[in-house]
């Protein structure tokens, strides 16, 4: 299948007062067209300082990452303008994300001013057509970030990501704020727009459940490292990696759940 992100040898240092941190130590991965690949692995692993390098928010220290073929890290300002609107990120914290300043038709409408354009059967259309892709009503335009739950702000965000038709979606723990049943909805939202658009997820969480129920593939961090990567039914019926099976081991089983697949 075709790719659309490689990353290679990806190395990330902050210096600190003990000398030089590395946090993230030759990471390579990729992440076909259309699939969801799921990061694994504790607080402080290094998850997200991978997933920012894959989008060049920020700079590694050392690797390559190519976005559809196109060096990320090599390219101008124009080209990573031109790239960015292909891929974007949604945060784990809906409260955060949203400038409460500004209504719900300003927060969607960003993208378009920054990036100076008008969509085809222009502005209004379009944040309606997005607010219906995310189960939210017309009449939320008007409102403000503090007037909808954690749920519907991160529908919001989702929302927002989605303006410019992205094709890569960085999901950087995008559930973990949330109540299980709220997460579970908006997870099969997820589900659901990714058939609809055909986007490709990198999908980062703590959840082994999660994962295995959105993920083809999981790669484990572990210490800026990856420790194991492959298909999600493999990773987790038969974990090769050591760590792997304390953090599958450390995933409480859902009621219900034999093991696999089940949200509820
Ligand atoms: N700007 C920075 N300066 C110094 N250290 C940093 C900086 N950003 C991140 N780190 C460190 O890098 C390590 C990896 O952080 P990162 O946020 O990528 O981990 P993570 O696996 O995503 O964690 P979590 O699951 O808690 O979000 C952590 O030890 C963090 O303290």
Known sequence: MALLVEAEGLVKEYPTDRGVARVVDGVSLSIAKGETLGLVGESGSGKSTVARMMLRLIEPTAGSVRFDGVDVLAANAGALRAMRRRMQIVFQDPYAALNPRMRVAQILAEPFAIHGETPAGG??????????????????????????????????????????????????????????????????????????????????????????????????????????????????????????????????????????????
């Open 123 to 264: 502005v209004e259309a379009r944040l309606r057509e997005l607010l219906d892709a995310v189960g939210l009503e017309t009449a939320a335009l008007r409102r403000y970030p503090h007037e909808f739950s954690g749920g519907q702000r991160q529908r919001i965000n989702i929302a927002r990501a989605l303006a410019l038709r992205p094709e890569l979606l960085v999901l950087d723990e995008p559930v973990s704020a949330l109540d299980v049943s709220v997460g579970a909805q908006v997870v099969n939202l997820l589900k659901d727009l990714q058939g609809e658009y055909g986007l490709t997820y990198l999908f980062i969480s703590h959840s082994m459940p999660l994962v295995r129920y959105l993920c083809g593939r999981v790669a484990v961090m572990q210490k800026g490292r990856l420790v194991e990567l492959g298909d999600v039914g493999q990773v987790c019926g038969a974990p090769r990696d050591e760590y792997t099976q304390r953090l599958i081991a450390a995933t409480p089983t859902m009621p219900g759940e034999a093991g696999a697949g089940s949200l509820q």
